[in-house]
Nanobody, 124 residues
Framework: QVQLVESGGGLVQAGGSLRLSCAAS????????MGWFRQVPGKERDLVAA????????YYTDSVTGRFTISRDNAKNTVYLQMNSLKPEDTGVYYC?????????????????WGQGTQVTVSS
């Protein structure tokens, strides 16, 4: 079992930066691939970035490549999403999620555990 708590969301102007954190509890965090998803009203949750169990492998959706960086610190049971050069279209609720897999998962149903979400709003 893994419990996830996100923090770091907020309101920022376009071009600004935010760093999201996801604190995990549970013995399996260090062996779990993790992901950050974004959801806007009326739409499904979309994968933004993912990272494998060790942090050696990462995935980004095209729209954030070069601007966002996912990382993890297994000693602190925390995964991060550094978001730079933010755009209004990055606005949404960001969810941290964990899978039982070691390797990166890119499909929403492969993630078994979810945080409560944190709102990110980018103003133009």
């Amino acid at each position: 079992q893994v419990q996830l708590v996100e923090s770091g969301g907020g309101l920022v102007q376009a071009g600004g930066s935010l760093r999201l954190s996801c604190a995990a509890s549970g013995r399996t965090f260090s062996s779990s691939a993790m992901g950050w998803f974004r959801q806007v009203p009326g739409k499904e949750r979309d994968l933004v970035a993912a990272i494998n169990w060790s942090g050696a492998s990462t995935y980004y959706t095209d729209s954030v490549t070069g601007r966002f960086t996912i990382s993890r610190d297994n000693a602190k049971n925390t995964v991060y999403l550094q978001m730079n050069s933010l755009k209004p279209e990055d606005t949404g609720v960001y969810y941290c999620a964990a899978t039982r897999r070691y390797s990166i998962a890119t499909v929403v149903h492969e993630y078994e555990y979810w945080g409560q979400g944190t709102q990110v709003t980018v103003s133009s």
